[in-house]
């Protein structure tokens, strides 16, 4: 992307992030494959951003309930930051401003985050970060009319340098869906289907090539109405650890493969009755695999669904956060009742909408 002349000027705006949730296509996106998302309007990261010329110590913090303290990062400290490979919250906003790092140079920046969702959910609220700070930049030094950058390579290719510093590993998936959206559906908008796939996968030896192909999965209200809950575990799974785990465990290939075909299956046929189908599928194949944490209150839980007939699914790269499950809400609230799992609760439901 070619840049403006660089703003002198003083400057706020504010970005807001859906959040989202992988419904069929884990571990398979990895390698390539489709994945299928719904980006959730209830759940969003909004972020205050405050430009201001400093040419004398140029700073960048950033602030949120959920952090201890307001993070600030000096100018001289951004490049030794991001050659770290030490994780903590000062890279990770190293990592935010990656990228955009020749244009901050006599720009003091305060991001405020004024509504966010936790990140025991699974929402990815972390990539939600991410999306803001790149569109609030590149709204700044590239292109004021982001939703023309969208067709651009140099605008993924740079996000997706960021997440790559970031996390070091991903598809990117959860990135660009939720950066599609914050800049396509800018009012409130019901729960939304995406499809996912990097068209720019396989294509270079080192993985700076990204060029995400996006499409909305229509489905009819009632279908979308009858998709069920998701229900937080009460264990958080963080995603760089669990894919970690799984590249250890030197999985065959059959197994991402099939996490592809959920996702084309559904693609191919997005009704109930095919939902209801693959999520026993998923289900079994993540059991298989030991995705479900092994804690009283889920396998308490699953057993319920089991014998009820209530389909579910891990979601994401499993190991906690939620689950998915095909339920109306009283169902399952009743259900998380009689197993005496407080822990556990309905977040989403999508009859709600």
């Known amino acids: ?27 398979g996106v990895m390698r390539g494959g489709e994945a299928v998302a719904v980006c959730l309007p209830n759940f969003k990261m909004s972020v205050d951003f405050s430009f201001r010329e400093d040419k004398a110590e140029p700073s960048y913090s950033l602030s949120s309930d959920y952090l201890s303290r307001t993070i600030v990062v000096e100018r001289n400290k951004l490049d030794q930051l991001l ?7 000062e890279r990770n906003l190293a990592c935010y401003l990656s990228g955009f ?19 025991s959910l699974g929402f990815g609220s972390s990539s939600a970060l991410l999306s803001a700070f790149h569109i609030a930049l590149a709204e700044r030094f590239f292109a004021p009319n982001l939703i023309e950058q969208l067709s651009h390579s140099e605008f993924w290719s740079s996000l997706y340098k960021s997440l790559m510093r970031l996390q070091g590993r991903g598809s990117g998936y959860d990135i660009a869906l939720q950066t599609w959206a914050a800049l396509n559906c800018k009012q409130e908008f019901a729960p939304t289907v995406l499809s996912f796939r990097d068209a720019a996968y396989g294509q270079a030896t080192e993985r700076a090539m990204f060029s995400p192909e996006i499409s ?8 979308m109405a009858g998709m069920g809950c998701f229900v ?13 785990h799984m ?48 804690t009283d209150s889920l396998q308490s839980f699953t057993r319920r ?31 998380i009742s009689e197993i005496s799992a407080p822990e556990m609760r309905v977040q989403f439901a999508f009859e709600d909408f």
């Not at 003083?10 to 571990?27: D, I, Q, R």
């Not at 909305?216 to 279908?223: T, Y």
């Not at 264990?235 to 650890?241: A, D, I, L, M, P």
């Open 232 to 244: 937080e575990s009460g264990v958080r799974s963080e995603t760089r650890r669990v894919l970690q």
């Open 305 to 335: 669904c089991d014998s009820l007939g209530i389909a579910w699914k891990t979601m994401g790269a499993g190991y906690g956060d939620c689950l998915w499950v095909i339920a109306n809400r009283a169902q399952v609230e009743s259900m």
């Open 83 to 89: 050659e770290s490979v030490e994780a903590n919250e």
């Open 101 to 119: 790092s020749e244009f901050l140079q006599c720009v003091t920046l305060s991001a405020n985050v004024s509504r966010e969702f936790s990140p």
């Open 247 to 294: 590249e250890k465990k030197k999985i065959e290939s059959v197994f991402y493969e099939q996490q592809t075909s959920f996702a084309k299956r559904f693609l191919a046929e997005p009704v109930l009755d095919n939902v209801t189908r693959l999520c026993r599928e998923a289900s079994n194949l993540a059991l298989s695999h030991g995705l479900l944490p092994a």
């Open 216 to 223: 909305v999965v229509p489905m009819s209200a009632a279908e």
């Open 1 to 27: 992307m070619e840049a403006n002349q660089p703003k002198i000027n003083n400057s706020e705006t504010n970005v807001s992030v859906p959040g989202k949730a992988l419904l069929f296509g884990e571990y």
